[in-house]
């Protein structure tokens, strides 16, 4: 019997924004129009937002959930009737295509994100840099000796 893996249709681009709080978020997201525009909404927003755009009575039983779960059914709602050729508002901003350049909510602002090092390959090349010589240890340095 084989095992099927189900891959993704969606690839999902993770952001790093600095809200305006100053607080420093990430998000993975498909960076379309409709999730750069709810980015950080909070529920009372998004309610704002779901009535704007008559999904009231449709998504009303979903406002009561976690913000994160709301955010979710609406913006498929609101993505399904940008589909639909009907244009939707999100913080006051019209969306007629998912392929629309938007900017982040008022507030926020993208930052790049650092690529990071695996920790245990960051271990091992301070090991090598210090049995080089090039580099003094620290004294949390703990090297590794293997046990005979």
Do not use: C, W
């Not at 609406?74 to 913080?91: E, W």
């Not at 998912?98 to 390959?121: A, D, F, S």
């Not at 091992?124 to 340095?141: L, R, Y």
């Amino acid at each position: 019997m084989s095992q099927v893996l189900d891959t993704p249709r969606y690839k999902y681009k993770r952001i790093r924004v600095r809200g305006k709080d100053g607080v420093v978020r990430y998000s993975a997201n498909n960076g379309d129009p409709v999730a750069r525009l709810m980015l950080g909404a909070g529920k009372d927003e998004l309610v704002k937002t779901m009535a704007e755009n008559g999904l009231t009575e449709r998504l009303g039983p979903h406002s009561t959930k976690n913000a994160g779960h709301f955010r979710m059914v609406l913006g498929q709602a609101l993505r399904m009737l940008v589909k639909k050729k009907l244009p939707i508002t999100i913080g006051g901003v019209e969306v007629r295509s998912l392929t629309q350049k938007v900017p982040l909510p008022h507030g926020y602002k993208e930052e790049k994100i650092k690529p990071r090092k695996h920790k245990i390959v960051e271990a091992m090349e301070e090991a090598v840099a210090i049995a080089k010589g090039e580099v003094e240890p620290a004294s949390h340095t703990t090297l590794f000796v293997p046990l005979k």
